[in-house]
């Protein structure tokens, strides 16, 4: 979408003709303007629904670098998206010579993935590692073998937990306004030349190195800030920064690299007209020094614990672990060098970039305000405290475990001081979007504390923002990474006694399809076609609910016909547990006495048709115990643990019972929905088969 350019002071008239043949929405990020301009669908108006025009009309009272996206669903993904500029008066008494006065280049940063969003974000609900396959980061059993990490990778496993990853999506490809490489040829040696980098991308955290030295920031989230050199920078999903980058010589184009925090692939800027002068690529990450970093902050209950860190503002990086260039090479398990550093927690330098090495990372407290910043005096302080809360398993995000559609909007009074301290208590970063205003982040700058719309909270932060309350309206406060979002990451804040909006006609209505969207369920199943009979599964799952079915169907009648449902609510924040209410359906015909479980009851897999209660719980090693009362009175203890990431594509499970029944299968994943599986059934016997699943 294109660039739109103002001036401070114009009036903005934007008309959206939606000739999608979907409802779409424009929020225009980091703006300030009435409430009903903002949009967001179904908060601050309704969806623009195909073959309608819409008019937004807001005067422009701020400079400075953002951009705009639709707020509609997950239509940003596809590219819904641009850089929205807003130009210094000449006369502005905050007008900085040598730098407001440069040649100026809007850069958007994004990210291309071939698949559906709703795809996606589906496949992240129900936990596949199909992502992690694509990026080479599945972390199997025989890579940590490997790599001297199976203590690791155990531990981790033990405490029930997932191959960690720094980001959730495979991408095909990264873009730097739309394509993947691109030129800025017009400028030559000598030229210093400012940037406007917005990060477009939907999940995608950007490193920033540039081939020809340092990188000078002047602004961020579009407000000046006291220049400051750094050789790299790491920005945020959503957030803007202006750069100034200097092209040393004639003949010459220098790269400007953005490398996603996976590291997977770039994306290149060249700035100048000549040959390209590249800059070394980031190495990829020691994701099982990562995983053992992880393991010391996880408790057994969940949490994790900050190992006496008082961690804020972006400058102790525990993923510093990971990354090479700062760090060192791999490093074994056993090895002293990786027991100090993984060990020795009273020396909080460990995590610190900037004091392990001479590369120089931005982090929040380099940031100064060239203006007081400061909130007016004497009035009331709103003080809120939200922790960050997430589960990577089934892929829930929430503040204070709850999600949007959990709780009610929080009241804030006109005029006074909002005050929140944010405790990231995930082990994901968070970039925190507050609409409608900018907020200082107390960072040491006292009265110059940089003002912000973008909040970046990395694994075990606290850090404390501060507004004043100026606008009326509902504004949204949320992850500004979108499958974050969407899942419930978020609050509305609104005004006490403020005006209706005249766009949401009824607001109820309204606030449910706002609540539709953290509620949604998602879809999952897969089918065995085996030598040994047809087994599958189906499920539909949403933040708190399960309904679930499985079956197992033979060739011939002794083999048997069986299905099960199970319709449950997850419970606690981690979400292990999950108490159900079924239905269990067999079919055999069998010769000969009736089976018995270990208990000594009566077996009845002839002729069954039994409702139940019971509940799951997931155990250390990720296996899920299962205990079952039927109505017939018989009970039902199970063990199960499926996916055991042997090798990149291999994976293995297993299933036994009181019944005594039981189960072993190994898979290999071919494709995103193909596998060739092999198991072992106490009823039916050896298969093996074609595994599809969606």
């Known amino acids: 979408m294109p660039t739109l350019t103002f001036t401070e002071g114009d009036i903005a008239e934007i008309y959206v003709h939606n000739e999608l043949k979907e409802s779409t929405s424009l929020h225009w990020h980091g703006l300030f303007l009435p409430n009903k301009e903002d949009g967001v669908p179904n908060l601050t108006q309704m969806p623009i629904e195909p073959n309608t025009t819409h008019k937004y009309t807001f005067p422009i009272i701020q400079s400075g670098t953002h951009w705009y996206h639709s707020h509609s669903g997950l239509q940003e993904q596809i590219g819904m998206y641009g850089s929205f500029v807003m130009n210094k008066r000449n006369e502005d008494p905050t007008f900085r010579k040598g730098i407001d006065d440069l040649p100026t280049v809007p850069v958007i940063l994004s990210e291309w993935t071939d698949l559906k969003p709703e795809n996606v974000h589906r496949m992240l609900h129900n936990a596949t590692d199909w992502f992690a396959i694509k990026k080479g980061t599945t972390q199997s ?23 960690m990853d720094v980001s959730d999506v495979y991408y095909e490809k990264f873009l730097i306004n739309g394509k993947n490489e691109s030129q800025l040829s017009q400028f030559k040696g000598g030229d210093k030349v400012r940037l406007r980098i917005a990060n477009g991308g939907a999940s995608s955290y950007f490193w920033l190195t540039y081939a020809g030295g340092k990188i000078t920031v002047v602004a961020s989230d579009g407000n000046d800030v006291e220049p400051v050199e750094v050789d790299r920078l790491l920005i945020a999903v959503s957030e803007t920064y202006d750069i100034i980058v200097t092209i040393p010589a004639d003949n010459t184009s220098y790269e400007l690299l953005a490398t996603p925090e996976d590291r997977t692939k770039s994306t290149s800027l060249y700035v100048g007209n000549g040959i390209k002068q590249l800059i070394s690529p980031l190495p990829k990450l020691k994701y099982f020094e990562g995983m053992k970093m992880m393991n010391d902050m996880m408790k057994m209950n969940g949490d994790l614990d900050d190992m006496g860190m008082q961690m804020s503002l972006n400058q102790m990086d525990m993923n510093v672990v990971m990354y090479p260039e700062i760090t060192g090479s791999v490093a074994k ?28 990372t931005l982090n929040y407290a380099m940031l100064k305000s060239t203006e007081k910043t400061t909130l007016p005096k004497d009035v009331p302080v709103k003080e809120l405290r939200f922790e960050l809360t997430g589960n990577m398993n089934r892929y829930v995000w929430s503040l204070d475990n709850k999600v949007i559609s959990e709780t009610d909007k929080i009241l804030i009074k006109k005029g006074e001081n909002v005050r929140i301290t944010l405790h990231n208590g995930s082990m994901m970063r968070h970039p925190m979007h507050l ?14 504390a940089p003002l912000k719309n973008i909040m970046d909270l990395m694994p075990m932060e606290t850090n ?21 979002m969407m899942a419930g990451m978020g609050r509305v804040f609104t005004y006490e006694n403020q005006t209706p909006n005249p766009l949401i006609q009824n607001p109820k209505l309204a ?24 087994d599958g599964m189906a499920m539909m799952q949403n933040t708190r609910w399960s309904l679930g079915a499985e079956w197992r169907l033979g ?130 016997g050896f298969g093996l088969g074609v595994n599809f699943n969606y």
Not at 156 to 162: A, H, S
Not at 467 to 475: Q, R, Y
Not at 521 to 533: I, Q
Not at 596 to 615: M, W
């Open 464 to 484: 404390v923002i501060e507004f004043n309350a100026n606008v009326e309206g509902d504004w949204f406060f949320h992850c500004h990474i979108l499958y974050h």
């Open 435 to 448: 609409h409608g205003h900018d907020f200082r982040i107390i960072n040491g700058q006292e009265d110059y």
């Open 511 to 534: 606030q449910r399809k706002l609540f539709a969207d953290d509620r949604a369920f998602h879809f999952m199943a897969e089918n065995d076609f085996a030598t040994n009979g047809n």
């Open 141 to 163: 059993y025989t890579e940590a073998i490997k790599q001297g990490h199976f203590k690791t990778k155990v531990a981790n496993e033990w405490k029930r937990m997932n191959a």
């Open 555 to 684: 060739y011939e009648d002794m083999h048997g016909y069986e299905a099960e449902f199970h319709l449950g609510r997850y419970i606690g924040k981690m979400q292990w547990l999950m108490p159900f209410i079924g239905f269990d359906w067999r079919y055999r015909k069998m010769h000969g006495e009736m089976e018995e479980n270990i208990f000594g009851q009566v077996n009845t897999k002839d002729r069954r048709a039994v409702l139940s209660l019971g509940v799951n719980y997931t155990l250390p090693m990720l296996i899920m115990a299962q205990a079952e009362v039927f109505q017939d009175g018989n009970v039902r203890l199970q063990l199960m643990r499926e996916d055991i990431p042997v090798s990149k594509r291999l994976r293995m499970g297993f299933m036994v019972n009181t019944d005594t029944e039981f189960m072993l299968d190994a898979r290999y994943i071919i494709k995103r929905n193909l596998s060739i599986r092999t198991h072992y059934d106490s009823d039916m």
């Open 333 to 360: 398990e056993n090895s002293k060098d990786n027991m100090e550093m993984s060990n020795d927690h009273s020396n909080h330098n460990q995590y610190n970039a900037n004091a392990l090495s001479n590369i120089t």
